[in-house]
């Protein structure tokens, strides 16, 4: 098999080694042009480049993890590290089985649905409707805007005083 064809393989299966030099980051968001911001577990946070190897073959959204090495000319540019590999779940659980996985406590946070903190013992009535929300498709690519109420209830005094 050809190199070509063997990197969605590798990129899929293979658990990434982490080398010297290179360390897990959690994507902030993108930047455009493959420039993406990743924070590491003590807050520092870097613009990294996505590889052309990647950029057909793995989206990388918000809440992500990474495995990144700097670059040697971080100096002259603002990008300081390119993404050697994109982690999926099935990664970071393995990472986490051998103990090296440094963000355990956002862990199920990313993960989404994770069987053992999940709560959901399979006895659902359908009783509890406000209980299903929690299951329910979030875009983490989209920054949440949140509205005060205080905001809506100026606007509705405001047209009841036109009225008149």
Known sequence: MSR???VPTD???EL????EGQRFARVLGSRGKNIHEVQFQNGEELLVNLPPKFR????VKRG????IEPAEEADKTKVEGDIVAVLFPDHIKKYKQRGIWPFEDQLSNSL???DEESGNDGDDNGDDED???DDLFVNNNRVIIEESDTD??????TDEEDDK
């Open 4 to 6: 070509r064809k063997q």
């Open 11 to 13: 990129i899929l299966t």
């Open 16 to 19: 990434p080694e982490l080398e």
């Open 56 to 59: 057909s073959l793995v989206w």
């Open 64 to 67: 992500s993890y990474v495995i």
């Open 112 to 114: 989404g649905n994770d």
């Open 131 to 133: 209980e299903d929300d």
């Open 152 to 157: 809506s209830e100026s606007e509705d005094e």
